[in-house]
């Protein structure tokens, strides 16, 4: 997919706010931020179930599914903010140089390379937390014994 994108660094015609979208979107940064956003989501969530104890449980329920539907409303405002973030952060000349490099050949094969990190790293750490959650697990028992 990045491969074929026409980035349009170069594009005088491009508005200060494209260039920063496409760049967030080329280093996936704003997929990162939509996780972000979910997961605050989720907390903003449980702490309005855990603060609305003796609630009625359709009550409760029908107040988290408008709280669902009226929070993402609010997403596009924490993107534009992060965009001009970004934009005040990094500048221009910093964008336009970052996304010249994401359309050159170096950067196409960053991207693909990146692409192809995430994907084995999602099999190491998955590797990796069950070896290491088994180690922990038998050391925890044995000093669980040891104690006894």
Partial sequence: MNEQMNIGANDARAEPAEKIIKLMSLTRFTQ??????????????????????????????????????EFKTETPVLMATVQALYGEV???DTIDAAL??????AG????????????????VAQ?????????????ALKRASDAE
């Fill in 32 to 69: 990162i931020l939509s996780q972000i956003a979910q997961a605050l989501h989720q907390q903003n969530r449980q702490s309005i179930a855990a603060n609305s104890v003796g609630a009625e449980p359709e009550a409760l329920e029908a107040t988290l599914k408008l709280f669902d539907e």
């Fill in 90 to 92: 990094m500048g221009e």
């Fill in 100 to 105: 010249a490099f994401y359309e050159s050949e």
């Fill in 108 to 123: 196409q094969a960053f991207l693909a390379s990146g692409q192809q990190l995430e994907a084995r790293l999602q099999q």
């Fill in 127 to 139: 590797a990796w937390a069950k070896a290491a959650g088994k180690a922990a697990f038998d050391r």
